[in-house]
């Protein structure tokens, strides 16, 4: 069974850091592209960063550039999302999701064929 789950969320105040995880499991994540995406509140759900499978192509949102870090260790079929600096508008329930061999330019807008189950991240003034 295909499974996405996420970890790491939790309440943190302005300026602090999380890190969040995404672990797969009935499928290595060696050959996937992974993305972190997250919903707030009334809004559309809107794609954070993606990975592509190998590493060597990572995508960011403008809104989180130069504060989110997306990394990958295939060995532990993990994906990680470090957050620093965050804000109050970085509040939102984050999901990872993943594709085989997507174009993660295409996944940040569209999203990828498996999906978690999301974690809450909130960010207080």
């Known amino acids: 069974q295909v499974q996405l789950v996420e970890s790491g969320g939790g309440l943190v105040q302005a300026g602090g850091s999380l890190r969040l995880s995404c672990t797969a499991s009935g499928f290595t994540l060696d050959y996937y592209a992974i993305g972190w995406f997250r919903q707030a509140p009334g809004k559309e759900r809107e794609g954070v960063s993606c990975i592509s499978s190998r590493g060597g192509s990572i995508k960011y949102a403008d809104s989180v550039k130069g504060r989110f870090t997306i990394s990958r260790d295939n060995a532990k079929n993990t994906v990680y999302l470090q957050m620093n600096s965050l804000k109050p508008e970085d509040t939102a329930v984050y999901y990872c999701?993943?594709?085989?061999?997507?174009?993660?330019?295409?996944?940040?807008?569209?999203?990828?064929?498996?999906w978690g189950k999301g974690t809450l991240v909130t960010v207080s003034s």
């Open positions: 999701s993943a594709g085989f061999d997507y174009d993660i330019y295409r996944a940040m807008s569209y999203g990828m064929d498996y």
